[in-house]
C-alpha cells in the first residue's frame, strides 16, 4: 500500500512537471511532436493513438509507447495532443478526430486501438460514439476514466477563473468552456454521452482502481454498457494504469486478443494468470453490465 501510494505521487509530480515545462517532450521530439512522430513510423500496420487526461501531457504515455512498438507488439503509438486540456471536451475530440485523419492518410495503418486516461477516455467516447470514427478503429481502452463524472472536477472552479484572466491578455489563446465542470456527475455532457449506445464493430476494455483520489467515488468510473469489460484492481492512484505493469499486461493482451465481441477474460485471455475475487452484475433488464474485480500484484 504505501509503496502504491508513493509510485503514485512520484508520477504525479513528474507528469505535471513535464506538462508545465514539456521537458521530456522537447528533449525527445522538439517543439514539433506530430511531425517528428511520424518521422519515426516503420510502416507498422497497427497503430495506437492515446489521450491524456486533465493536467496531464503526452510525457505520460512514455512506458507504454516504448512497449507498443517492441518487437513482440509492433504497434506504432502516437500521445494526442489536445490543447488546451481544459477546453470544452467535445472541441477537443473534434481536434483529435482531424489529427487522426491525419495519421491515417501518412501511415499504412490497418487496424487503428485508442486508449484514453482519465479525460482522455471521454475524449475517445465522444469521437466514437457521437462523432463517425474511421473504419480503421477496432478496440477503445480506458485507464481510470470518469465515465458517469467525478467530484473531483469541483477544482475546475477555480482553474476556470484562471483561464479567463490569462485569456483575457495580449497573444494568449481563448480556451471554450472547462472540461472540469463537463466531468460532475449528472452534468449535463455525461447524461447525453451516456445515453448514446456503443459502436458495435469495436471492443470496449476499462480499467480502474478501488482507491482513485481523482475519480471518486471510483465507481462513477465503470462504463454502463453490457459491451464493455470492465475491470477493478484493488489498487491506490489514478496514474496507475500508464506505469504499472500488472495493469499493463491486462492491457496489452487485449490488444494482442481478435477483435469481433467483448474481450476473453479467462483462460488465455485478458486476465490470464490473475486472481480473481469477484464477478458483479449491475444494472436490471437491457442496462445490465458486468464487473470483474482483481487483486492487486
Known sequence: MALTFASEWYYVTKNITDHAVRLTERMFFGEKYLPNRIREYRGQKKVAMMYHGYLQGRPGFERLERILESDVFNIFGIAGGYQPYSQDIRRSAEYERRVLDWVLSETDAEEIYLIGHSQGGLVVRWLVQKMEAPSQVSKCIFLATPHMGTWAAVAGAPHRVLTRVASALPGMPRIVGESAFQMLPGSPF???????????????????????????????????????????????????????????????????????GRHEVFEDGVLAGQQVLERRVMGTGDERYEEIVTSAD
Open 190 to 260: 455525461l447524461a447525453g454521452l451516456n445515453r448514446m449506445p456503443l459502436p458495435g464493430n469495436m471492443d470496449f476494455l476499462n480499467l480502474y482502481n478501488r482507491l482513485d483520489p481523482v475519480v471518486w467515488p471510483s465507481r462513477y468510473a465503470r462504463l454502463p454498457y453490457r459491451e464493455a469489460t470492465n475491470i477493478l484492481l484493488k489498487k491506490v492512484g489514478h496514474l496507475q494504469p500508464l506505469y504499472d505493469y500488472q495493469e499493463l499486461d491486462i492491457m496489452l493482451r487485449a490488444l494482442l486478443q481478435r477483435g469481433g
